[in-house]
């Protein structure tokens, strides 16, 4: 993907927008970009700096990206509602072609990442509540207040405030920028804390042939117990980034939305979508995260394809879908029969969303029933009844806080038992 229309490589101490941002290390990448942790030497602090590929097409959709974000960002001048913020954006012509460039304001880890560090087990749900008021107060802000769908909302695409290791948070362990292009030095060690943990080794080495010897290297470790981490003092405040699929509610360009384990029925079906495909996804999201597992994970089988199979678990988790919408898209023929049954899957096993957070999640009785009795109505297969985001902040799931209080001290005293 280095070469031309594709990403633009980028070395540790580059400069971009004539010397006002320098790149320090790689933050993550996607199809359409890498994004780089740099810093801007105008305002002295750091950003996310996301490079588009070069070709015609990557950077229409980083046109389209940028004036959504913008959108975003003039209709949120505190900057309290919750989506990441468009900082400047800006070309930068490279041996592969020109690139769009978004400045973007620096963020920490996934949900996604969140989720593995916590070993897929699952969070508290006070801190998934945490969470989930963030969510949607930014969903609520852009469907709302700037009549946009996101269309991709799912954990890879919530960043959180704070990053979980301490130590690679620039800002938090105080460590100074790379303003220049970094040689190795003697010590080998100034630039290192920066250096992602892949390029450790590469790195080592080349300032053992420098200095002569070997060189050794501040790191963390990874603790190998099977316990759930212990997420105490991590703010869970975080923000909706990837507004690379996000459009105009009025102005829809694309029919099949959405990562496959967080897509609507309705746009499996194409019977048209609205605001509400995101309150599915969030609805997924919040799944996950209080059990590390997906909510629907389907999979292509005996005679059937990854379409029905995902229709079948939507329906053994939440009932039969009514006959009316079974039957309404223009894609409901491939996969169900006239009487609203589907083809090809005939037997279903119900297992409906309280009793799998008590039997397979062990969750107690009643925080399973409240979670599910908050999550249940967002998985309406009719959209229109699904609750908006502003109807979800209302529930009284999201406000109980003071009640769990006391559970989630003791939960905090036993983790720290058993991490001694
Ligand atoms: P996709 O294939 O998901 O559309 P993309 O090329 O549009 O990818 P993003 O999803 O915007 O790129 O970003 C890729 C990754 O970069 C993210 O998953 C995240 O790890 C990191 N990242 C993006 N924005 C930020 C930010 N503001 N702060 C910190 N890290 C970020
Ligand atoms: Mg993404
Ligand atoms: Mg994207």
Sequence with gaps: SYRKGGYHAVRIGDQFAGGRYIAQRKLGWGQFSTVWLAYDTRTSTYVALKIQKSALQFAQAAIHEIELLQAAADGDPENTKCVVRLIDDFKHAGPNGQHLCMVLEFLGDSLLRLIKYNRYKGMELGKVREICQCILTGLDYMHRELGMIH????????????????AKDPIRSGLTPILEKPEVNQNGTATMNL??????????????????????????????TKTKRNLDGIDMRCKVVDFGNACWADNKFAEEIQTRQYRAPEVILQSGYSFSVDMWSFACTAFELATGDMLFAPKDGNGYGEDEDHLALMMELLGKMPRKIAIGGARSKDYFDRHGDLKRIRRLKYWPLDRLLIDKYKLPEAEAREFADFLCPIMDFSPEKRPTAQQCLQHPWLNLTTQNNENDIEGQMSNLQVEG
Excluded: H, M, Q, Y
């Design 151 to 166: 269309s991709d909302l799912k954990p890879e695409n919530i960043l959180l405030c704070s990053t979980i290791d301490l």
């Design 195 to 224: 250096i992602e943990k892949k390029l450790k080794r590469r790195a080592k080495r080349a300032a053992a042939k420098i200095s002569g010897r070997r060189v050794s290297i501040v790191g963390l470790s990874e603790t190998p």
